[in-house]
């Protein structure tokens, strides 16, 4: 296990497209995180699932975006109608299910411009 | 309202000086606080949490809950050190972030 990946690296559309990407979590971990990074800031929550149960979604999570973890492994962040606002990094990480280990591994993002 | 405020967006210092990263925090439970950093072209990786009190590459970080601070400190700078570092809290489900601080070693 290589830790946490996400595919695509990098995403460039067209405004009004729909783009989906991809998270492995490594593979014992039940929790799983997506969040967004722009330029100078640190990221921000977007959602959370507990195995295959989306529990938490942020308000800043429009209703063009949907996650799913269909199985409790792998997830998709699907953002339908790519506005040029969208344009940043999507950071998924991973938890395990201890309670103590609570550190959240990252993986290398997936970068998005819309043109 | 839970934050993380991070005061300084650059800090430059010289190698061999010493190193503080200021963090400050609005939580009104028992916070839960972490460090990450980012070293060019890598993914972000923990550096320290405060639970386990323990010392990382050099680095300490103190939490202060009269001063609601979690001050990130070393006290010998290394040029390895150059990477961008966040101050984190952990709220039940999520992880709430400052801005980052840019940190430069200087030769």
């Known amino acids: 296990d290589t830790g946490v990946s996400q595919d695509p690296r990098h995403k460039i559309t067209k405004r009004g497209q729909n783009v989906t990407f991809r998270c492995d979590p490594i593979s014992e971990h039940n929790r799983l995180y997506w969040y967004r990074q722009t330029l100078g800031q640190g990221p921000e929550f977007l959602t959370y699932?507990?195995?295959?149960?989306?529990?938490?979604k942020s308000r800043l999570l429009s209703d063009r975006f949907s996650a799913e973890r269909p199985k409790g492994s792998f997830s998709t962040l699907e953002i339908q109608r790519t506005e040029q606002g969208d344009s940043a990094m999507y950071l998924c990480?991973?938890?395990?299910?201890?309670?103590?280990?609570?550190?959240?591994?990252f993986g290398p993002g997936t970068r998005l411009t819309v043109l | 309202a839970q934050r993380v405020t991070q005061p300084e967006k650059l800090l430059s210092v010289f190698k061999g000086a010493p190193v503080e990263l200021k963090c400050n925090y609005s939580?009104?439970?028992?916070?839960?606080l972490f460090w990450y950093v980012q070293y060019s072209r890598q993914r972000l990786q923990l550096l320290l949490r405060h639970i386990s009190r323990e010392s990382i590459k050099g680095f300490t970080a103190d939490l202060n809950k009269g001063e609601t601070s979690f001050h990130l400190k070393k006290p010998f700078a290394q040029e390895e050190d150059s990477a961008m570092y966040y101050c984190?809290?952990?709220?039940?489900?999520?992880?709430?972030w400052g801005a980052g601080t840019k940190l430069i070693i200087k030769p």
């Open positions: 939580y009104s439970g028992s916070p839960e």
């Open positions: 699932f507990q195995n295959e149960a989306q529990l938490e």
């Open positions: 984190a809290l952990d709220s039940n489900y999520q992880l709430i």
């Open positions: 990480a991973s938890r395990s299910r201890d309670f103590y280990y609570n550190e959240q591994f």
